[in-house]
């Protein structure tokens, strides 16, 4: 075990008890926790958004830009749901929000009458072309001090660990 590895190891295991700040889905929570907060006060203030309201408006962004996705770069609520891993519940709230500010549209989905199709409108478009910037900015604040190889080496680990929890979570259901 190399240096770092122990003194890791040593800072999350004392005495055979394994402590919160060294258990893998807690660093992760604070520190999701802790981008999501930098960049939500970000966005409210600028632009009135909350966190899951830019999630939503992000995918939707995307799909629009990309045309992917079943429908053309629409996207459903269960597609949204999927695409931001969040509570069906909160995109749900989120969509409401957004389409009573004007920033999404809903529509007719012919082929599942039990859903709509969202995108973004004009505006939310607008919109989106100019958090994308301040997003990349913020983003490249986070990443100042950290060399090449250790952000690519991040987002790699971050990644596989997305996909094995994936893979665990199939297997078990």
Known sequence: MDEKTRAAHTASNTDGEY??????PYQLSIASNAVSGLIAE???KRF????????????????????????GGR???????????????AVNR???VLEERGLIQRAENVNDGRSHLLELTREGEAIH??????ARATERELFEGFDQQEEAALRALLERMRMRAATIAKQAG
């Open 19 to 24: 402590q919160l700040s060294g258990f893998l």
């Open 42 to 44: 970000r966005y409210r």
């Open 48 to 71: 009135g958004l909350r966190v899951a309201e830019w999630r939503v408006m992000a995918v939707l962004g995307d799909a629009t830009a990309n045309g992917s996705g079943k429908y």
């Open 75 to 89: 996207l459903t609520q269960r597609d949204l749901t999927e695409a931001t891993l969040m509570d069906k519940v």
């Open 94 to 96: 989120s969509c409401k």
């Open 129 to 134: 072309r100019e958090v994308m910037p301040l």
